[in-house]
């Protein structure tokens, strides 16, 4: 049983095969948190509760607390104004303008599955996969429910949660906040991960020790960003890829988020996560209900690289849905970096015509097909074709490429507005604006007002007309800037800092609806690169573009930080051309091939311009993607190498689940002079069993592939790249 609840103790514990995580429910009803790590059997612990001797000069208790003081406790749910001065989870403001809040426990429900969770992304599972704790409280003040709820999915090591509140008082309400999760570790001793960067740049790790007070990374920018992503983690100061503990939280959602490590006084640390309560308000009439998004926490005893399969797991089994879940993704020719605005029916189908020859199987037309777009100035917004540059029209270029035997993917951008555009001359406040302000312009375009269920169907409208009118099989769904002067002129004064939460759940509502109109579509989500890489979308799009740096040195940096918390399947990546667009790096077209192959996998160059030996290098490549996507998409990941930490290599390697083969990737960066071997520590084959390197016909044990390593042939030059697979015998 993942699930129990000790009665005697008041005990719940939430176990999965190599975790635990327990808290009590207090004599007075309070919920404290008890312990989360490595697996315990027993559920009599209540002695952990953290109560100290001497009671320090702090708040203490009040009556209904019983004999524990708010801020010393490891609370379960933080709530505000009560005397724990650490970061609340919730917070109302009533009609007295009183905003203390308190969550004392009324009863809970266990039960086999999960239940969705409404307009939002989450994880999923059947009855055998996981099992849910829904805990009921109340706040007798306010007339506040609310719902904790957890579910435990034993296989890979995962509990997810989140909150929900409902105003059962007598007057309407306004929740101030409501983050999803709050995690009251015993110690401070950790180092904190975080994922930070900017356009072409996304990613890129930072660890630091935790110190006393708060160190939080967050987004108010109505998106996850480029500039800090939806992920942390906490771990040993000691701990390696492979040793040490590792805590990993991963918030699903797709907004403006805050993640939190609060040091107290008393070296203890909380964790929390959720929606950011910045600009953040919602009105509660009698009966409303509020949900907040979904984390999802993993705790790994056998290092950061455990911690980062866990989620690798979760996300593709119990996250990711639809046909293309576990199908080998088509691989596609994308005419962005090749023409960017510069194109028409007859270059599209000359691209392809090369394509289809060197094996490719989709030809994506990104931006500039719609309105009079021909630079990013214009047009968004109007989803009609332009028959000057598609000339025949969109039904005649999709034929033509099924055709010459390639399927075909469109570019939209639909939550966006140019100022230039028919729609809006003739709906100048269907963007998201406040009256009288001045509307500042990001790439001269505005955000469009998703939060708005009449503009959200005539978008949807264009784009379901679009799709139904050609043979279309793959969208990118990209969005170019983040949101300002958020306001509309339709919500009441009460509802307006609603905006930003309801302009997510509005974009998840077009995203389904996409998804149930058609169904076979395969969706790449995108934002200006990797500005929304998050698992929030990964519950629609199985995929989503990594970033618009598609240099492969770059890339190393960019894809071990994102392989942190996101599994590789997911990973858009192209082979582009040379010198790159972004850093103009010369680098061999076989290494650009081997860091590509590690996500998605795809092409974005002009394939009419390249060279004979290119040509056949697509080909090569192919082959070798054929062979080695399944492992890729379904085997376990290995960091070897760490780009942050030297500039001499990076290594990574899939292991199949039954360790029946590895694939092991390295890529030299800078060549050092009379290093002639550089021998590599694989990881995670299975000991006692012998693997044939495949290249050579030579066979190893596992030991000393793991324990010595193996040697990597001499590669004259930078920036170069090597592959060995390895085959159990
Ligand atoms: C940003 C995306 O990341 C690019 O791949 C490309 O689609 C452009 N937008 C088009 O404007």
Redesign the pocket.
Known sequence: MPIVYDKQKRVFKLDTNKSSYAFHVTESKNLLHLYYGGYIPETDITHMLRIPEDAPFVPSTHDGMGPHSFDCAAIEFSTSGVADFREPCFQVMDKYGMSACECYYKSHNIYKGKPKLKGLPATYGTEDEVETLEVYCADPNNGMEIVLMYSVFPQCDVITRSARVCNKGKDPIELRRLLSTCVDLDRMDYDMITLHGTWARERHVERLPLRFGKQSVDSNRGSTSHALNNFIALCDHTATEDFGEAYGFSLVYSGSFLAMAEVNQYEKTRVVMGINPYDFSWHLEIGEEFQAPEVIMTYSGEGIGQMSRNLHDIMRNNLIRGKWKDLRRPILINN?EATYFNFDTEKLLDIAREAKKAGIEMLVM??GWFGHRND?RSSLGDWFVNEDKIKGGLKYLVDEVNKIGLKFGI?FEPEMISPDSELYKEHPDWCIHIPGRPRTLVRSQLVIDFSREDVRDYIYGRIKDILSSANIEYV?W?M?RQLSEVGNEVLPPERQREIWHRYVLGVYDMQERLLTDFPDLLLEN?A??GSRFDAGMLYYSPQI?TS?DTDAIERLKIQYGTSLCYPCSCFGAHVSDSPNHCVGRITPFETRGHVAMSGTFGYELDVTRISDDDKWNIRKQIEEFNKYNPLVRTGDYYRIGDPFANDRFDAWEFVAKDKSEALLEYVQVLKEPSVFLHRVKLKGLMKGAYYRHEQTGKVYSAELLMNSGFDIPSLWGDFRSYIAHFVKV
């Open positions: 962005w990104d931006d990013d570019w990118k990209d170019n995108c200006g690169g573009w618009d």
